[in-house]
């Protein structure tokens, strides 16, 4: 690849090498015909069987990437009972691309390509606006076109609502669709399908080593044997230390433990978080969760605050790491056992009973091999998160470099 001349107009800044002549630039309306949708909620759809398949615009925000495989047992089907004839005229073809209208923030406006349909009967669902090009694309290259910031920057200033954002038909007929010849199309859909292709394994890979670890951690804590039994509070001292200086970073507990909150909400909730609760390493934090009592153990020298809802331990007596993993797969036993509800409080955690918990320990020893084995584990699973976040910057930088 090269960078091109950048006083050149009509040319992205990273082109494949031996590749001239400026790329072409219409409006919406000029490259696409809109097609009519379906307004069927996913009450009225199912994953088994059935006539129809059907694209919903909830699957093109979150499930779906730059194109679909209708083929996929992602797609769901409609029931029997909405299906009719008339849904034969609104069918989908290979290269037509489905544009969610319709998200909970600036997301609207993504898109994805339709391929692979063969004799499959597929149509767009609710709140989608599918689009046929009216001439010939490369397969996969509209996919990334429409969701590259070139196309994506140009939707921005056209969205409308405040606490849900949506997009019309009609400006999105105002856009331009900016398109390089067959041949160099082609180019960029399969480097970035190739660059996919990468990003999918290292999905998997990721996965693989949190089955492993979740399988391992049920073998070790499922059944032991033989070993001492100490309830939990004998391992815990309740403190409360308060964040007067209001200068930690403020984090939050719940089903994946603990996470920095710009991980979990899109702004901040509060400026002054000189109420929260002082954590620090080997501090055990107890919460209620919406199913679940949020548990969440700080292993690290950092020092952070959470919100005065939660209960704060420190930990003795036992390694940390190991309570961690060992309270991780305890989680779904114990919240059956101690959440509580009230007309008063909603759900709570009974944290008297919960503390009196008995758990069978293993010896010291032990508990050092097991530690080694899950910080092992952890080692090399952060290893392949940071190799998946180097290709993730690669395609976002691809995409943003690219397209214009």
């Not at 994953?47 to 495989?69: C, P």
């Not at 331009?176 to 859909?189: D, G, M, N, W, Y």
């Not at 309830?231 to 930690?248: P, R, T």
Request: net charge neutral.
């Amino acid at each position: 690849m090269s960078k091109s001349n950048e006083t050149t107009p009509n040319v992205p800044t990273l082109r494949f090498s031996k590749l001239a002549g400026q790329w072409e630039q219409k409006t919406f309306d000029e490259m696409f015909l809109i097609l009519s949708n379906n307004t069927l909620s996913r009450a009225e759809l199912n994953y088994e069987n059935g006539k129809y398949k059907n694209i919903h615009y909830g699957d093109v925000l979150i499930k779906f990437s730059a194109f679909i495989d209708v083929s996929s047992p992602d797609v769901p089907y409609i029931n029997d009972e909405n299906s009719s004839s008339k849904l034969d005229n609104i069918l989908l073809q290979d290269g037509d691309i489905i544009i969610a209208d319709t998200a909970e923030d600036f997301t609207v406006g993504k898109a994805t390509e339709v391929e692979n349909i063969d004799k499959i009967k597929v149509v767009s669902g609710l709140h989608t606006i599918p689009c046929r090009p009216k001439i010939k694309f490369s397969p996969r290259y509209l996919g990334y076109y429409v969701n590259s910031p070139a196309y994506h920057n140009q939707l921005i200033p056209f969205i409308q609502g405040v606490k849900v954002s949506s997009i019309s038909k009609t400006l999105i007929k105002k856009t331009f669709v900016s398109f390089p010849s067959l041949s160099e199309q082609t180019k960029i859909a399969d480097f970035l399908s190739c660059l996919d292709k990468k990003i999918e394994t290292q999905n998997k890979i990721i996965s693989k080593y949190e089955t492993l670890i979740k399988g391992i951690r049920h073998r070790v804590f499922g059944s032991i044997c033989g070993e001492k039994q100490s309830s939990l509070g004998g391992f815990l001292e309740e403190y409360s230390e308060k964040n007067v200086a209001n200068d930690l970073q403020s984090v939050a507990v719940g089903k994946y433990g603990i996470r920095k909150r710009e991980e979990i909400y899109s702004k901040e909730l509060s400026a002054d978080y000189s109420k929260n609760k002082v954590i620090r390493k080997n501090t055990l934090i107890i919460g209620m969760g919406s199913t679940q009592i949020d548990i969440g153990i700080l292993t690290t020298d950092d020092c952070y605050c959470v919100s005065p809802a939660y209960t704060t331990y420190r930990i003795k007596g036992i390694n940390s790491f190991y309570l961690q993993e060992y309270l991780i797969e305890l989680n779904p036993l114990l919240s059956v056992r101690y959440m509580i509800t009230s007309a008063r409080q909603g759900k709570a955690v009974n944290k008297e009973d919960l503390m009196k918990h008995l758990m069978t320990i293993h010896s010291e020893s032990e508990q050092k091999e097991i530690c080694q084995c899950f910080e092992n584990l952890y080692s090399r699973l952060q290893i392949e998160k940071e190799m998946l976040s180097a290709l993730q910057k690669q395609k976002a930088f691809l995409l943003q470099s690219m397209f214009i």
